[in-house]
């Protein structure tokens, strides 16, 4: 069955993610306040909006991928937002990464509009995406999450629900901890071997199936080695997720030593500009500024 899905949002996350929904058969209408980025969806057999609220007229799943809460809060409770627009009962499926408690908020207010609302943060970025096989992590009610779920299974592989509005933004905060510290600690340890003249390329390889193995290492090493700058994330986006990170273990009286170090490298990256860079310039912090990407 064909699903009917607005997609408010399609920028690098939001194009794939609709590159991919439309490439799996299913009817997109989409939004974006940047015309470019939504004719280039519309070029792959997306349809065009003209607001959220028309593009959410025509759905029965409105899916939105946006960088921060207050931009969600616009499209969606805004003027011409997917309130105005929305039939009763939709479901909303916010594949942002933004704060736990702004999750809560919106699902109880989308409640009282006689919306629904899951929250449904990811993991993998565009390649995975082309591929649907993104890992989700998602907050909401059982009902709403299997019904989310016909959906989110022509984006991802493994998809699991982590408990009632807010716990998906939650646990990938949890992911985002974990893939900071990691791509550091990679970064650090390729620094090592350049310097103590080892192979550093072969590493990968060499320990490949051990306890130090990681997608990240698999990955990014050779990268790093290789000084490959191209852009497939932004260390600003990790500054935003650490410091959620951050904010969430001060309510809850947590210590993390090691990721408010992790976030002051990012810290220092983005103020030097190279917040729009992706992870691979954490390399960076140990080699000094290279020739980077235009």
């Known amino acids: 069955m064909t699903l009917q899905i607005a997609l408010i949002g399609a920028g690098a996350m939001g194009g794939a993610i609709g590159a991919r929904l439309v490439e799996t058969g299913q009817s997109v209408v989409v939004f974006d306040l940047d015309a470019d980025k939504a004719n280039a969806l519309i070029a792959k057999g997306a349809v065009g909006a003209n607001s959220a609220a028309e593009a959410a007229a025509h759905a029965?799943?409105?899916?939105?991928?946006?960088?921060?809460?207050?931009?969600?809060?616009?499209?969606?409770?805004?003027?011409?937002?997917?309130?105005?627009?929305?039939?009763?009962?939709?479901?909303?499926?916010?594949?942002?990464?933004?704060?736990?408690d702004a999750t809560k908020s919106f699902a109880e207010r989308a409640a009282g509009l006689g919306l629904r609302w899951v929250d449904s943060p990811l993991s993998g970025g565009a390649p995975k995406v082309a591929t649907g096989e993104l890992t989700l992590m998602v907050g909401?009610?059982?009902?709403?999450?299997?019904?989310?779920?016909?959906?989110?299974?022509?984006?991802?592989?493994?998809?699991?629900?982590?408990?009632?509005?807010?716990?998906?933004?939650?646990?990938?905060?949890?992911?985002?901890?974990?893939?900071?510290?990691?791509?550091?600690?990679?970064?650090?340890?390729?620094?090592?071997?350049?310097?103590?003249?080892?192979?550093?390329?072969?590493?990968?390889t060499a320990l490949k199936g051990g306890r130090a193995d990681s997608a990240i290492l698999q990955e990014y090493m050779p990268r790093f080695v290789?000084?490959?700058?191209?852009?497939?994330?932004?260390?600003?986006?990790?500054?935003?997720?650490?410091?959620?990170?951050?904010?969430?273990?001060?309510?809850?009286?947590?210590?993390?030593?090691?990721?408010?170090?992790?976030?002051?490298?990012?810290?220092?990256?983005?103020?030097?500009?190279?917040?729009?860079?992706?992870?691979?310039?954490?390399?960076?912090?140990?080699?000094?500024?290279?020739?980077?990407?235009?």
């Open 140 to 204: 909401g009610a059982d009902d709403d999450f299997a019904e989310a779920r016909e959906v989110l299974q022509h984006l991802a592989s493994n998809i699991t629900h982590m408990g009632p509005a807010g716990a998906g933004q939650t646990t990938k905060l949890i992911n985002q901890v974990l893939c900071g510290l990691n791509f550091l600690a990679v970064a650090e340890a390729t620094q090592l071997a350049l310097d103590a003249g080892v192979d550093a390329a072969k590493i990968p």
């Open 226 to 294: 290789a000084k490959d700058y191209r852009r497939t994330g932004r260390i600003d986006n990790m500054v935003k997720d650490l410091n959620g990170a951050q904010d969430l273990a001060r309510r809850t009286n947590t210590a993390m030593p090691m990721t408010a170090t992790c976030a002051e490298v990012h810290r220092l990256l983005t103020a030097a500009g190279l917040g729009g860079e992706d992870q691979a310039a954490l390399m960076v912090y140990f080699t000094g500024p290279p020739k980077l990407a235009d």
């Open 60 to 100: 029965d799943y409105v899916i939105t991928s946006l960088n921060a809460p207050h931009i969600v809060e616009a499209a969606v409770f805004g003027e011409h937002g997917v309130a105005d627009g929305a039939k009763p009962g939709t479901l909303i499926i916010d594949m942002s990464s933004i704060d736990p």
